[in-house]
């Protein structure tokens, strides 16, 4: 048996290793092995899940895609938000994202892998490249492989344990454990500018494979949301809607008259509020109010209570703001309905994790802010959940998508265990 070796430098499997997680490439195909046609391609790497795939030819240049879906012989062609086509310049990545995620990967029978209408390797069971840069990947050809477009080898590799794709996979496959409720409800409070609605759109953005800001955010000093909006969050811009659903309120101030009334809280919780109601902090939700729910459903309460906390101000707290998050956690103990805290805006606190995101479970600093959110709020450790929203960047994180789903399954958990509570018969 002949012994397949990878043709990529140890430096060139981590830069495509950084670019998807804390994974391994495992070789499935080679096709000066296996041979260069679609018939070996697909014998070797059919429903393997995740893929990087290689091209190689005769004047250095190395090039490829990825694809989180499996590869088939179906003919049709496969949605993948987060397939990227990319390029070697020495040890360093160049990457060219999907444009028509719709069609991001095409499954064709008599060739090895295929992108959209943009790129193969192995073409036609021959050892050639396709290239047609446009609709659905844009590249600079002469960048990407000199525009030679005759293999020297093709290599396909398994990724395995990518952690952002089993996270994504996990939340697309949770389902209530009450079947009268569709969607589990979570509830987002907390103060101005704490990341409230930069939350919904951090999450968007994960499952859409790109930044995106769909609900209003910024750093006024007055709440920006002013109306009670419930968000669903789809898998992917074409996909359906995920089983849980984003709720967002005005900010919490800690002046008496503004902000964010706790009785209008209340209403939130037990589901009487409808969506788009136009928040009055001097008066608080009234029965009479158009769309109040008299007799609200399981489907229509809040399941979980997310409090957002950013993590540069938790010393700086004020006590009239501390106060009236106590007087909020008190009602929803009330119901037992169970508690998060997000600690926010972690970079901004600490130098060391804005360096590297996965220093935030190493730095002492962010370690302190969740013991002392802990012991201000009074809620154990464990509920304390740091994370990172995207402002700025105009680039998808790894490292902050994960926190970003790790704080999503935390809250679907925590809201089975309400279900799991109130023991309502299916």
């Given at each position: 048996?002949?012994?397949?070796?990878?043709?990529?430098?140890?430096?060139?499997?981590?830069?495509?290793?950084?670019?998807?997680?804390?994974?391994?490439?495992?070789?499935?195909?080679?096709?000066?092995?296996?041979?260069?046609?679609?018939?070996?391609?697909?014998?070797?790497?059919?429903?393997?899940?995740?893929?990087?795939?290689?091209?190689?030819?005769?004047?250095?240049?190395?090039?490829?895609?990825?694809?989180?879906k499996p590869f088939n012989q179906s003919g049709q062609f496969v949605q993948d938000d987060r397939a990227f086509l990319f390029a070697f310049k020495g040890e360093d990545l160049l990457k060219y994202q999907v444009i028509n995620s719709n069609q991001a990967v095409k499954m064709i029978a008599n060739s090895g892998p295929y992108f959209g209408e943009s790129f193969?390797?192995?073409?036609?069971?021959?050892?050639?490249?396709?290239?047609?840069?446009?609709?659905?990947?844009?590249?600079?050809?002469?960048?990407?492989?000199?525009?030679?477009?005759?293999?020297?080898?093709?290599?396909?590799?398994?990724?395995?344990?990518?952690?952002?794709?089993?996270?994504?996979?996990?939340?697309?496959?949770?389902?209530?454990?009450?079947?009268?409720?569709?969607?589990?409800?979570?509830?987002?409070?907390?103060?101005?500018?704490?990341?409230?609605?930069?939350?919904?759109?951090?999450?968007?953005?994960?499952?859409?494979?790109?930044?995106?800001?769909?609900?209003?955010?910024?750093?006024?000093?007055?709440?920006?949301?002013?109306?009670?909006?419930?968000?669903?969050?789809?898998?992917?811009?074409?996909?359906?809607?995920?089983?849980?659903?984003?709720?967002?309120?005005?900010?919490?101030?800690?002046?008496?008259?503004?902000?964010?009334?706790?009785?209008?809280?209340?209403?939130?919780?037990?589901?009487?509020?409808?969506?788009?109601?136009?928040?009055?902090?001097?008066?608080?939700?009234?029965?009479?109010?158009?769309?109040?729910?008299?007799?609200?459903?399981?489907?229509?309460?809040?399941?979980?209570?997310?409090?957002?906390?950013?993590?540069?101000?938790?010393?700086?707290?004020?006590?009239?703001?501390?106060?009236?998050?106590?007087?909020?956690?008190?009602?929803?103990?009330?119901?037992?309905?169970?508690?998060?805290?997000?600690?926010?805006?972690?970079?901004?606190?600490?130098?060391?994790?804005?360096?590297?995101?996965?220093?935030?479970?190493?730095?002492?600093?962010?370690?302190?802010?969740?013991?002392?959110?802990?012991?201000?709020?009074?809620?154990?450790?464990?509920?304390?959940?740091?994370?990172?929203?995207?402002?700025?960047?105009?680039?998808?994180?790894?490292?902050?998508?994960?926190?970003?789903?790790?704080?999503?399954?935390?809250?679907?958990?925590?809201?089975?265990?309400?279900?799991?509570?109130?023991?309502?018969?299916?």
């Amino acid at each position: 048996v002949t012994t397949m070796t990878s043709r990529l430098t140890k430096s060139q499997q981590r830069a495509l290793c950084s670019q998807l997680g804390n994974v391994k490439l495992k070789l499935l195909y080679k096709a000066s092995i296996h041979g260069f046609t679609g018939a070996a391609f697909h014998q070797q790497c059919d429903s393997q899940g995740p893929t990087v795939s290689v091209g190689y030819n005769a004047t250095g240049h190395i090039f490829g895609g990825y694809t989180s879906k499996p590869f088939n012989q179906s003919g049709q062609f496969v949605q993948d938000d987060r397939a990227f086509l990319f390029a070697f310049k020495g040890e360093d990545l160049l990457k060219y994202q999907v444009i028509n995620s719709n069609q991001a990967v095409k499954m064709i029978a008599n060739s090895g892998p295929y992108f959209g209408e943009s790129f193969a390797l192995v073409n036609g069971s021959q050892a050639v490249v396709y290239s047609n840069p446009g609709n659905h990947y844009n590249f600079n050809a002469a960048e990407m492989h000199g525009d030679n477009l005759q293999l020297t080898d093709c290599e396909v590799y398994h990724v395995k344990g990518e952690k952002r794709v089993e996270l994504m996979d996990s939340i697309k496959k949770y389902k209530p454990i009450t079947s009268s409720v569709p969607q589990a409800r979570i509830l987002l409070i907390g103060p101005v500018g704490a990341g409230k609605s930069s939350f919904f759109n951090s999450i968007n953005s994960v499952f859409r494979g790109h930044v995106t800001s769909q609900a209003i955010a910024g750093c006024s000093g007055t709440s920006l949301t002013t109306q009670f909006r419930t968000y669903s969050v789809k898998a992917g811009r074409e996909g359906k809607p995920l089983p849980f659903m984003l709720c967002d309120t005005m900010g919490l101030e800690e002046s008496t008259g503004a902000g964010l009334d706790v009785d209008d809280i209340l209403s939130i919780l037990k589901g009487h509020i409808p969506d788009c109601y136009q928040f009055n902090p001097s008066v608080p939700l009234q029965v009479e109010a158009h769309g109040y729910r008299r007799s609200p459903e399981l489907k229509d309460q809040i399941h979980c209570v997310v409090f957002l906390i950013d993590a540069c101000k938790v010393s700086i707290m004020p006590t009239k703001l501390e106060e009236k998050l106590a007087a909020v956690r008190r009602k929803a103990i009330l119901m037992g309905i169970p508690q998060l805290i997000l600690l926010t805006k972690v970079d901004e606190a600490c130098p060391t994790v804005a360096e590297d995101l996965s220093n935030i479970y190493k730095s002492r600093y962010i370690k302190d802010m969740v013991q002392e959110v802990s012991v201000r709020l009074g809620v154990p450790l464990s509920c304390v959940v740091p994370v990172k929203n995207y402002y700025e960047e105009l680039e998808l994180d790894l490292k902050c998508d994960i926190l970003l789903l790790n704080a999503i399954i935390q809250m679907l958990r925590f809201a089975d265990n309400y279900f799991d509570d109130i023991k309502t018969p299916t």
